[in-house]
């Protein structure tokens, strides 16, 4: 609110007061008021009181505006004169627009009369020259006139018709429409006797010739005529010669790739020969015409050499004695696997050229797409790219690629299954291997059907082999594994009795459920030896299916940088490859479990009796007695000797990984077993100390052994030894400190206090007055 305004609201309240007050007869009444005014009163003294602070800069300001005011009256003037310069300005301005549009109007006029005048010469020129080209055969020159004609501008020649002129122009629009209508049926008729003699030369005259004429696709498409039966006659003379050759010579088991690659190469170097003569005389886009004619040629003579090949390899024939054997588990007929393999290998190669030719197609009529689209927004419109995905997905070529391939995928499992099942026969094992021969034979076999796959550069042929061959890893193969763990370790007489007869149970069902896999243990050497070996077996399994996922995932990463997948196969692969990591994990699973048989069959069963053989040593001794166990120690020289006798079994046949592991479970069993034997034991205070150095032999021969740190393992034996040797109960309170405790200390209070009263010399009050 303003000062002024201020003011006049003290004002209004007063004489409303005043007026008020006469009206009052109350006591009480006239107090209220009095009160009020005197209010009012304060305020506007407080405000009286501003205005005469503010005085000074006031009577300043008015002095600055006092010696302002001349300057004022000069900016006054000069924008006067500046506003008179303005309007003078924008009125000359006016008039010389004026003048300019005038003068761009007559310009525009004189332009529009000069084309004019052009045209009309042009016509007549052209007129004179397309009669005297025609009657002396240039055909090209009278081409070049009638293109000529054809780009005048319509409206020009419209109004020449109507103008003074009109006689003229009729008679020779009538001229070179008639000349049109000669040359281009001349023009055609000598192109398709050139195409039909053979006459390249001729042939690409007229074809030079057609574009002129507005003939673009009847050129296109007689061009594609010509080279369709050069590519035809060659292509018959390759397959002739294909089924003609010697099934002797060394590429006739590939001599349909090579039919087949020749002539799509033929193919391919046309389309280069001839895009830049297309692209120069018929302009950017028209690849597209050109190549849907060779196309169809190609889909002609590819379906012959695919339907040749299906003869010649007894392809459908081999195909349905497959599917009669995965039907009915077992076929009467058999396939020579190495027919197959090489059929296989055929197929292969043939969908692998057919893609590289089709990505070949892609690129050139993209290329020619985008250089036609350039003034659109996207750089290849969505109409153009679905001429060409329609183009290469519908051709012959493709659909004839795609039935090979399909019966190619059960094929290719029916001989990576009979391999797998023959190596599986075949296995043996000699004296200082590892592993049996069939882990290398399954994996060259598992890793040859997925690469020949992959070679076809088909994202989904394969993502149906990976999955094929993990299937059979995990389940087929991974069973034959499962069986022959199934038998057991054998440990004793009794025990190898038993796995005898478990043995040939399973081997028997084993037999029924494949037919092929047969394996026969003669003595208890001989199954330990087994045993051990198919862990070791089982342990390269899956790191062999760790490094054949890195291995597929590079040669694929290889497949998309060439260009052969997108963004979508490449997310089909990496999903089938992930279940090749599940694979290994079970892999592993198994290990674990042949592990955990191998230590309850023969490291529990031997261990235990040597660690119940604490017991017969009494721990509550004396000086002579403590002396004579330093001298010649009772039981942990015997049981270390005992437990390297028995490592050494396992130490030159299991791998390292294998022997840690398994030398980790009996560390967890040889811990739990000495905790129970010690609490069933009682100990003096030099006994307690002999415990000590018997644990300290122990755990330095087992950290000898393997490679992985074990003092964890027997933290709560060394726990219990240094409990033991205590001299007095309340020392166990220096160790157990309320900082440590929850920290290092791996016994809990109850224990703690068991551990103590096995100390002869400790009283049992002193233990249960302990605070812990």
């Keep these: 609110m303003s000062d002024l305004g201020i003011v006049c609201k003290h004002t209004n309240v007063s004489a409303l007061n005043e007026e008020t007050i006469e009206d009052l007869t109350e006591l009480e009444d006239l107090e209220e008021v009095y009160l009020q005014l005197c209010n009012e009163q304060k305020q506007v003294q407080a405000y009286l009181q501003v205005l005469g602070d503010q005085q000074g800069t006031i009577e300043n300001k008015m002095q600055l505006l006092q010696r302002m005011r001349p300057k004022l009256q000069l900016i006054e003037g000069d924008a006067s004169q500046l506003g008179g310069m303005i309007n003078f300005t924008c009125s000359l301005a006016e008039n010389v627009s004026s003048k300019v549009r005038q003068l761009d109007l007559t310009k525009k006029r004189l332009y529009q009369a000069i084309q004019r005048a052009d045209d009309i010469l042009d016509l007549k020129f052209c007129t004179d020259g397309v009669q005297t080209a025609l009657q002396s055969h240039d055909y090209e020159q009278a081409a070049a006139h009638i293109h000529r ?3 005048l501008d ?18 020779s629009l009538a001229l070179l429409k008639e000349a049109e209508v000669q040359l281009k049926a001349l023009v055609t008729k000598r192109l398709e006797e050139a195409v039909a003699a053979d006459d390249l030369a001729q042939v690409e005259r007229f074809f030079k010739i057609l574009p002129l004429l507005g003939l673009h696709d009847k050129g296109l498409a007689l061009f594609a005529n010509y080279l369709s039966n050069q590519l035809a ?8 010669l294909a089924i003609t050759s010697d099934i002797g010579e060394r590429r006739a088991p590939m001599i349909f790739v090579d039919t087949l690659t020749l002539l799509l190469e033929g193919i391919a170097r046309v389309i280069e020969t001839h895009q830049p003569i297309v692209e120069t005389y018929y302009g950017p886009g028209r690849m597209h015409r050109l190549l849907s004619h060779l196309q169809a040629e190609c889909d002609k003579q590819a379906q012959s050499v695919v339907d040749k090949f299906i003869q010649n390899r007894d392809y459908q024939i081999k195909f349905q004695v497959v599917q009669a054997s995965m039907l009915k588990g077992v076929s009467t007929e058999k396939i020579v696997l190495r027919e197959l393999d090489a059929v296989l290998s055929e197929v292969t190669l043939m969908n692998s050229r057919s893609e590289l030719y089709l990505r070949f197609l892609r690129r050139r009529m993209l290329a020619d797409f985008e250089v036609a689209d350039a003034t659109t927004a996207d750089s290849v419109s969505q109409e153009h790219l679905q001429d060409v995905e329609c183009l290469l997905k519908e051709c012959e070529l493709s659909r004839r690629m795609q039935e090979l391939i399909g019966c190619y995928i059960p094929m290719e499992e029916y001989y990576m299954r009979e391999t797998v099942n023959k190596a599986v026969t075949m296995d043996n094992w000699e004296v200082g291997q590892m592993t049996s021969s069939m882990v290398d034979d399954v994996f060259y076999i598992v890793k040859k059907c997925i690469g020949r796959a992959l070679s076809s550069n088909s994202s989904d042929c394969a993502c149906a082999m990976i999955n094929l061959a993990t299937n059979l890893l995990e389940n087929d193969f991974r069973e034959v594994l499962v069986s022959r763990l199934q038998v057991g370790y054998p440990s004793s007489t009794l025990a190898d009795l038993q796995r005898g007869v478990s043995s040939a149970v399973i081997l028997m069902q084993s037999s029924l459920q494949h037919g092929k896999i047969h394996t026969h243990i003669e003595s208890q050497e001989q199954a330990k030896n087994a045993y051990l070996v198919t862990l070791n077996n089982v342990d390269v399994c899956s790191e062999n299916i760790s490094t054949l996922k890195k291995n597929l995932e590079s040669d694929y990463s290889k ?3 060439q260009g052969a997948g997108s963004e979508h196969a490449q997310a089909k692969i990496d999903s089938c490859l992930m279940d090749m990591v599940h694979t290994s994990s079970k892999f592993k699973d198994l290990l674990q479990e042949g592990l955990l048989e191998l230590n309850n069959s023969a490291i529990k069963s031997q261990v235990k009796p040597w660690i119940t053989n604490f017991l017969s040593f009494s721990h509550n001794i004396e000086e002579e007695e ?3 166990y330093e001298a010649n120690d009772p039981w942990v020289q015997q049981l270390i000797v005992q ?4 490592m050494a079994e396992f130490k030159d046949s299991l791998s390292l990984a294998i022997f840690d592991a398994l030398t980790s479970l009996m560390m967890n069993f040889i811990s739990m077993e000495m905790e129970k034997t010690v609490f069933k034991c009682t100990f003096s205070r030099l006994g307690g100390l002999q415990f000590d150095k018997e644990l300290r032999s122990l755990v330095a021969y087992l950290s000898s052994v393997t490679s992985w740190t074990i003092r964890d393992k027997f933290s709560r034996l060394t726990q219990m030894a240094t409990i033991l040797n205590l001299e007095k109960v309340l020392e166990i309170l220096d160790y157990w400190g309320p900082n440590s405790a929850p920290l290092t200390w791996r016994l809990t209070p109850a224990e703690v206090r068991q551990v103590l009263s096995l100390r002869v010399d400790f009283r049992s009050e002193d233990i249960k007055r302990l605070r812990l």
């Design 149 to 151: 004609y054809l780009s």
């Design 154 to 171: 319509q409206s020009v020649i419209e109004l020449s018709r109507q103008g003074g002129e009109s006689s003229s122009v009729e008679t």
């Design 559 to 561: 497949l998309l940088n």
């Design 626 to 628: 403590f002396g004579e």
């Design 233 to 240: 006659s060659k292509a018959q003379d390759n397959l002739m």
């Design 643 to 646: 437990l390297e006798q028995l």
